[in-house]
């Protein structure tokens, strides 16, 4: 059971101090709909993001950013939801398991080029696409374009059925770059919450909005810090709440 405030540290299970001797699947935080593994954490520290540490992020979004703005209509598909879309031959066979998008304005999708579906956390690599429903435009953000080229098209194309409606797909090449083989999924999570909070959710009605990533530093380091900061400040508020 989620304790008041929507989290709680560790389900039953105490440890003295952050992480001690807790094994790799032990839960580490419980978050409204995500619970982090140790090993879910652990990556934030220098490895590749599992598919539940950008869960965990989309959920925090929504939680303290998006309720915000209630009149907001803007959906952060999770990455299993991304990929189940993605492998299924007949996207419209998922309508009941996916948001109702009839009032949708904007959907955030993770992008994996994984294509196992037997195979948990597979693939070896993250992106990101935003869907401007209002627009008619895709967007993707790749920090190894054009790496996940084809399976944003097939997203795109998958997302498209469901909305029904055509979509033009934009491969924005001149998004930031990573710089070693592990940063994909953290640049997902930051260029994720800047696109929604300086692009989206600040912008003007009437205003022209440009989506390009172009020319914009992203910290991966500092992301990495940030997150991990951000998961240890709810398991010491629920721990707070246990004592």
Known sequence: MVREGGFHPFKGRVSRHFGDSLAPDDAYLSYYDVRLTKED???????WLTDNTIAFWEEYLEREELRKYPSSHIVLLRPSM????MQTPDPLTLKDALPNFSRTTHIFLPINDARNVSVAEGGSHWSLLLVSVIDGVAFHYDSLTPSNYNEARLATDKISTLLN????FMNLEDSPQQENSSDCGVYVCIQMRHLLLKRLLSANAREKVSMSMGGKLVDASGGRKEMLKTIEGFRKEGERRRS
Not at 41 to 47: E, F, H, I, M, P
């Open 82 to 85: 991304a990929f189940m879309l």
């Open 41 to 47: 954490v652990d990556t934030l520290k220098n490895d």
């Open 165 to 168: 409606r055509p979509l033009r």
